[in-house]
């Protein structure tokens, strides 16, 4: 344990929020420094909350001025891949230009320990499945390619300055803090689970993209795994880059496959309603497959997913959603 403070960058947003709680309860002093622009405030009951933004030089120095801080958790990026095709810029300059910014501040300052979000979209279309940190990386967006060229300059960096960083790359983010204080608030929401859960507390359809993939039902398959699961590998990764001395790139996944049309079958069940589907055109930039091997995070971080089945996951997101519509309902 240390009373320096790790940085939680992009805090207030879903992963962001989770692991600063998570951070928080492990004893750990933590400072959030967000924009607020997806972010919620709300979601940071715990630690400091720093208002700034990356692209600013300014606000960078203010923050790692005032805080001592050991180590960088660097989950602040656009992550619509959707929209990441139609306006490119908007997502190399924030997902890029900010985390040059932020590297610059970190060398500033001396702080050479950073834990960074990647993801499963990096791969592209997967050639070989499960998928292991070895497997081609070509994006087939921008915001795979942002999240991979980051990556690239976080190996430079080391070589060059002895930045020292570990990469996780999640796979599909899904649930809610077990005990519903914060959970997944996006607007707008694109994501299935939660569109899945928030059509069955409204008994409105739910659309299905494209149920004629080359998978057993026609439908994609995904590896969901728990944000508090993701909190904890955080934690995990930190230690290692202070144990090791080393940087790494760890896959963060439950190793498992579940398609679109799995998914919506045990919300039915874990919700006890129907949930109506749409079947509507493939969207584009999606693989049919993406399932993780985690074997790397397990066997070098000895991280273990405490919420290794889909209902486990989904029962927290159901709590949270059923929090959500309440709280939503005209008084
Ligand atoms: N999906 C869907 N309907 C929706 C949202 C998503 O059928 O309203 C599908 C999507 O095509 C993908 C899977 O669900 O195959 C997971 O999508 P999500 O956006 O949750 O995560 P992604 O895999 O894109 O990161």
């Avoid at 947003?13 to 600063?20: F, L, Q, R």
């Avoid at 795994?225 to 955080?234: N, P, R």
């Avoid at 309603?273 to 999606?286: F, I, K, M, S």
Wanted: net charge negative.
């Amino acid at each position: 344990m240390t009373e320096k403070y790790v940085l939680v960058v992009g805090g207030a947003g879903y992963i962001g929020s989770h692991t600063n709680l998570y951070l928080h309860e492990a004893g750990y002093r933590t400072v959030v420094f967000d924009n607020l622009v997806y972010g919620h405030k709300s979601a940071v009951f715990c630690g400091e909350l720093v208002t700034g933004d990356l692209a600013s030089a300014d606000d960078l120095e203010a923050v790692f001025t005032q805080y001592d801080i050991a180590c960088v958790m660097h989950f602040a990026a656009y992550a619509y891949v959707g929209e990441s095709v139609q306006d490119p810029q908007k997502y190399y300059e924030n997902n890029l230009a900010g985390t040059l910014n932020l590297l610059a501040a970190m060398r500033r300052h001396e702080v050479s320990d950073i834990v960074f979000s990647s993801t499963c979209a990096s791969y592209g279309v997967p050639v070989a499945l499960p998928i292991t940190e070895s497997h081609p990386q070509q994006p087939i967006n921008p915001y795979g390619a942002s999240k991979m060229m980051v990556e690239r300059i976080l190996q430079d960096y080391g070589r060059a300055y002895g930045l020292r960083s570990v990469v996780l790359r999640y796979f599909n983010a899904a649930g809610a803090d077990p005990q519903c204080r914060i959970g997944e608030d996006h607007a707008p929401e694109t994501h299935l689970i939660p569109l899945v859960l928030q059509a069955a507390a409204r008994g409105t359809p739910v659309r299905v993209f494209g149920s004629d993939y080359d998978t057993p039902d026609g439908t994609c398959i995904r590896d969901y795994i728990h944000v508090s699961d993701l909190a904890a590998a955080h934690k995990l990764a930190m230690d290692y880059l202070v144990n090791t001395g080393q940087s790494a790139i760890f896959n963060l996944g439950n190793e498992q496959g579940f398609s679109v049309k799995e998914v919506i079958k045990l919300a039915e069940t874990v919700t006890g309603r129907p949930v109506h589907v749409n079947y509507c055109d493939r969207r584009p930039g999606d693989p049919a497959e993406l399932v993780a091997s985690a074997d790397l995070a397990r066997t070098a971080l000895g991280w273990r997913p405490a919420y290794n089945t889909l209902s486990a996951i989904l029962e927290t997101a159901w709590a949270w959603t059923k929090r959500m519509e309440e709280a939503s309902k005209p008084l």
